[in-house]
């Protein structure tokens, strides 16, 4: 079982700055995979960013790549995205997910734990 909780949303205006922070509990972290996903109001939750279990590969969907990084400390049990250049399209409710499969998968379905979510604006 993990818990995530996400902290680090907030209003920011385009072309700013953020980083997320999703503190996981239990003491297998690093068994799993995470991932970013967001959601827009009346669109569906999509992929973001993944890394790996070891923290040695990334992967981005083409709409944030180069502009986010994602990245973990296992010591403390956390995974960010630091979010750079930021757009108004960028808004949305930023969720991070646990996913125990190596497989890269960017399909909601893949992923076994959620955060509540954390809200990101960006303002023209």
């Known amino acids: 079982q993990v818990q995530l909780v996400e902290s680090g949303g907030g209003l920011v205006q385009a072309g700013g700055s953020l980083r997320l922070s999703c503190a996981a509990s239990g003491r297998t972290f690093n068994n799993y995979a995470m991932a970013w996903f967001r959601q827009s109001p009346g669109k569906e939750r999509e992929f973001v960013a993944r890394?790996?279990?070891?923290?040695?590969?990334?992967f981005y969907s083409d709409s944030v790549k180069g502009r986010f990084t994602i990245a973990r400390e296992d010591a403390k049990n956390t995974v960010y995205l630091e979010m750079n250049s930021l757009k108004p399209e960028d808004t949305a409710v930023y969720y991070c997910?646990?996913?125990?499969?190596?497989?890269?998968?960017?399909?909601?379905?893949?992923?076994?734990?959620w955060g509540q979510g954390t809200q990101v604006t960006v303002s023209s």
């Open positions: 997910a646990a996913d125990r499969s190596p497989v890269t998968s960017t399909r909601v379905e893949s992923y076994e734990y």
């Open positions: 890394i790996s279990r070891s923290g040695g590969s990334t």
